[in-house]
């Protein structure tokens, strides 16, 4: 009776903290590569609260990082310069990250490079530690077989220090609007002569020319028309004083 009621209180237990236990083997069922670019090993560290290591090296993108406009390439070199500190609940990551990202400019489309600087403060929680039990598996980086993986948090900073629309110069005026022409190029003169479309069928069956001269011929002139009634002229002050004169 005694082994079959403590038989029964270990199922009981175990049944109770069997969610637990499967949702932390969740979030470290997966494995990293060590040897990965973007993974830092955290092994020479150790867990003693205090202990700091600098990282200090130069990766490859694992993928293409950035917007539709701009982004640091797939195989675009990365220069990391990191510091890992241990703390109670897990390793601190802190640090800048810089790359260079090609994409083309929002108004006039020419390519375009720019340097791009993120600093990184990210916290990795260790396993079943206070953090990780009270977080979402979306609002906290994870430790995992002692590996930190860099990937994502360089993803969202990158990301969020691209612009969205970039620029080739603040003051680029773009393309014109009817040939797609530079303007930075053809010049601020540039333009384009505009034709009423209802003599667009003219020009296109007798050229531009002719359009044109029929345009302007179909423009009615104003006329004024002459007046019948005699005008009566207004004596000047010199004829009007003589005629005073002789009435005296």
Not at 224 to 242: Q, Y
């Amino acid at each position: 009776m005694y082994s079959h009621g403590c038989a029964q209180y270990r199922c009981a237990n175990t049944a109770e903290e069997a969610p637990t236990t499967v949702k932390a083997a969740n979030r470290h069922s997966g494995r990293l590569d060590a040897a990965a670019p973007l993974v830092l090993d955290t092994r020479e560290l150790g867990r003693r609260p205090g202990s700091m290591r600098a990282v200090n090296r130069a990766a490859i993108t694992p993928h293409r990082i950035g917007l539709d406009l701009i982004a640091v390439p797939d195989g675009g070199g990365l220069s990391l310069e990191l510091r890992m500190e241990s703390v109670m609940e897990g390793v601190l990551i802190t640090g800048t990250v810089s790359a260079e990202a090609v994409g083309e400019c929002s108004r006039c489309l020419e390519p375009l490079r720019e340097a791009v600087y993120v600093a990184l403060t990210e916290l990795y929680a260790y396993p079943n530690s206070a953090t990780e039990a009270t977080t979402d598996d979306d609002e906290v980086r994870h430790v995992v077989h002692d590996l930190v993986d860099l990937t994502d948090a360089i993803t969202d900073a990158v990301g969020l220090e691209l612009p969205l629309q970039p620029l080739c110069s603040p003051d680029c005026p773009g393309l014109c609007a009817e040939c797609g022409a530079r303007l930075a190029v053809v010049g601020s003169q540039h333009g384009h002569e505009t034709m009423d479309p209802r003599w667009a069928a003219l020009s296109v069956k007798f050229g531009p020319t002719a359009a044109t001269a029929d345009a302007a011929s179909a423009v009615p002139t104003s006329t004024v028309p002459t007046s019948t009634v005699p005008i009566r002229s207004v004596p000047t002050s010199t004829e009007r004083g003589a005629t005073d004169v002789e009435e005296m």
